[in-house]
């Protein structure tokens, strides 16, 4: 019977022995439904609008006259006016950015354009160059592989990757990278060197006004003007060989002389000439690169290691008929625009924050440049690729937190790239690089990318892998 | 105004929707939760449950998927869980709770709506979204296993209202 199962389930539904319903707490409950409820509701239609808007957004026109978007305006590297001759002075080199000049380049200094940061620019941005460059070309090169390739001054490539640019504009000759990685990208430019004007300096070995026959003096002259005979009295005479007193004709040397990268030394006068160019290592001194003066004439353009800001000496010897050589030392300053020429190298984080720490020690007097950049990458546990420009060194090998990253060799003493790609295993790591042309000189470029960030750094560095005793 | 619609909605029906989850589920603890999240969701959506002619119609609609749906998922997770605790208190009439815990839910369901709640075919293929025909057929195979379960003195309980 119906009614007979209706009791029955009664009496058992009578198990349930109900409370009193709550009823704060069930609108309480309730309430709480309501507002997740409605909140998601409006999720969905946000996320609805935002479906439909954000393709027409990315499908908006461009304004009439505006090949790019507004948020790219144009980059102004503005190299000023090249006039020629004088000493190096061939306008000084401007970036300038939505309307923002990143660096003042140097009025009176050739090739001073250092790598500049915080600069980002989206693909395609055009690059305007300004200025006197009559006669002056623009080419875009691959960076990291060296390969050189001609491309128009208006045409900057788009696609994600590292690009270097030459520019040549009479006296100036500047060469940079524009890197575009995305999703954020970053521009730097870096001028390397110039070529100067000759004679800038000039040492003149001429007929020694006293002392027994045959003796020489020697004058510097540097930028049209002659080195006080004063400074060039105040420090003692570096003699290499036993001294002749009966050789004080030669006089002095000159204490520190700041001449900007590119600086060529001629030698003129009687006498045969010879030297050497060393370089000074900082604290750990000591450590030269011996450079045969062949003939009369050098310059630090060209030399193993003057294309790299520092504090150099140039010894000058002089052997004049019938006397014993002698040498005199001076003591040359190498400059260049970059702002801070710290011992070890350079740093230019290209993004803030992205790079801490400095290297632990130069590459001077040790077996092994050593480079101990600690970066502080964010991903602990992220690929990263290093890649390298050098010059001088053969590279054998890359450690990378002691994990060994095969690298390809490279000749030394041309300029290279490597790419290497290590996974490091913290934050911070050390990069160790084998010399295996050891008695050369190192400098060169380290770039690093991690693949989880689209951040990139890179680390100028220098120095000098000693010969094997 | 609001709160007190509601609270006579629960004064008028809690006890009953918590029992007609408890036959379907056949767990106190869950069916109090099911005439709690029943309630709950009538307070949601009080806009519309207040204009509704049959409310409580509603609220066993809710109920009675909930528990359906609770009991799924109940006999899911048990074919990898521990089994039922047998400290469980001794239901008032044994041999109904037996048949009713070997019926399907939706069997158990169409059970508890049409018998307990006198629900007729169409307010429980309604509340059950299941075609008349479908809410019919699951009477019939639940009065047949209570004929062959509890015996000849429901022989004439019929299926058909």
Redesign the interface.
């Known amino acids: 019977?119906?009614d007979?199962?209706?009791d029955?389930?009664?009496?058992?539904?009578?198990?349930?022995?109900?409370?009193t319903?709550d009823?704060p707490?069930?609108?309480k409950?309730?309430?709480r439904?309501?507002t997740v409820?409605r909140a998601g509701q409006g999720a969905a239609v946000l996320a609805m609008v935002l479906a439909v808007a954000l393709p027409l957004y990315a499908l908006r026109p461009l304004r009439p006259g505006s090949p790019v978007p507004r948020t790219s305006p144009t980059m102004v590297v503005d190299f000023g006016a090249a006039r020629a001759g004088g000493m190096g002075a061939h306008g000084g080199v401007r970036v300038s950015y939505a309307g923002v000049t990143v660096i003042p380049g140097p009025d009176n200094v050739a090739g001073v354009v250092p790598s500049f940061s915080a600069l980002m620019a989206p693909p395609g941005t055009p690059i305007t160059f300004t200025g006197d460059s009559a006669g002056g070309s623009v080419r875009f090169a691959e960076f990291n592989t060296g390969a050189i390739s001609s491309r128009a001054a208006d045409k900057v490539p788009s696609a994600p990757g590292g690009y270097a640019m030459t520019v040549s504009t009479g006296w100036v000759s500047a060469t940079g990278g524009i890197t575009i990685v995305k999703p954020t990208f970053s521009t730097y430019l870096t001028v390397g060197s110039v070529p100067p004007p000759p004679s800038l300096a000039q040492v003149q070995i001429t007929p020694a006004s006293f002392g027994p026959p045959g003796a020489q003096s020697i004058a510097l002259t540097y930028g049209g003007q002659e080195i006080e005979p004063a400074a060039l009295q105040t420090s003692p005479v570096t003699a290499r060989e036993p001294f002749k007193p009966h050789l004080m004709s030669v006089n002095g040397s000159v204490p520190t002389l700041a001449v900007p990268v590119g600086t060529r030394f001629t030698v003129s006068g009687g006498g045969v000439v010879g030297g050497q160019l060393r370089s000074w290592a900082g604290a750990t001194g000591g450590v030269s690169t011996p450079r045969p003066v062949v003939g009369a004439s050098f310059d630090l353009a060209h030399g193993s290691l003057a294309v790299i800001p520092g504090q150099y000496e140039l010894t000058m010897g002089v052997r004049a008929l019938n006397n014993p050589r002698v040498w005199v030392t001076f003591t040359i300053e190498v400059v260049s625009d970059q702002v801070t020429p710290f011992p070890g190298g350079s740093r230019e984080p290209l993004h803030e924050g992205a790079f801490v720490g400095e290297f632990a020690s130069t590459l001077a007097s040790i077996k092994y440049a050593t480079l101990t950049p600690h970066l502080t990458l964010g991903y602990p546990y992220a690929a990263i690729d290093l890649m390298m420009t050098h010059r001088g060194l053969g590279m054998d090998n890359l450690h990378v937190s002691g994990v060994p990253t095969k690298v390809a060799s490279f000749p030394a003493d041309v300029s290279s790239a490597c790419v290497a790609t290590c996974v490091a295993h913290a934050p911070t790591w050390v990069v160790t690089m084998a010399g295996r042309s050891q008695g050369t000189a190192v400098h060169g470029q380290l770039l690093v990318q991690s693949s989880g960030s689209p951040s990139r750094w890179f680390v100028n560095f220098f120095g000098y892998v000693p010969a094997a005793p | 105004m609001e709160?007190a619609g509601?609270?006579r909605l629960?004064?008028e029906h809690?006890?009953r929707v918590?029992?007609?989850?408890?036959?379907i589920v056949a767990d106190?603890e869950e069916?109090?939760d099911i005439?709690?999240e029943t309630?709950?969701?009538?307070?949601?959506h009080?806009g519309q449950v207040v204009k509704m002619h049959n409310q409580a119609g509603w609220l066993y609609k809710v109920a009675s998927n909930l528990a359906i749906s609770r009991v799924r998922r109940i006999t899911r997770t048990r074919h990898h869980a521990e089994p039922v605790a047998i400290d469980a208190?001794m239901?008032?009439?044994p041999r109904?709770?037996a048949v009713?815990a070997a019926l399907s839910p939706a069997q158990r369901a169409v059970?508890?709506l049409r018998?307990?709640l006198?629900m007729s075919v169409d307010a429980t293929s309604v509340a059950l979204r299941k075609r008349p025909g479908t809410v019919r057929a699951l009477t019939s195979q639940g009065i047949a296993r209570?004929r062959d379960e509890l015996g000849a003195?429901?022989q004439?309980?019929?299926d058909e209202?």
């Open positions: 019977m119906n007979e199962l209706k029955r389930l009664t009496r058992l539904a009578g198990d349930a022995r109900p409370e319903p009823v707490a069930l609108v409950r309730g309430r439904r309501r409820l | 709160q509601f609270e629960c004064h809690y006890e918590a029992r007609a989850a408890f036959l106190r069916a109090l005439a709690q309630f709950a969701r009538a307070y949601e009080w208190p239901p008032s009439d109904l709770a009713l059970l508890v018998f307990y006198d209570l003195t429901w004439e309980v019929t209202r």
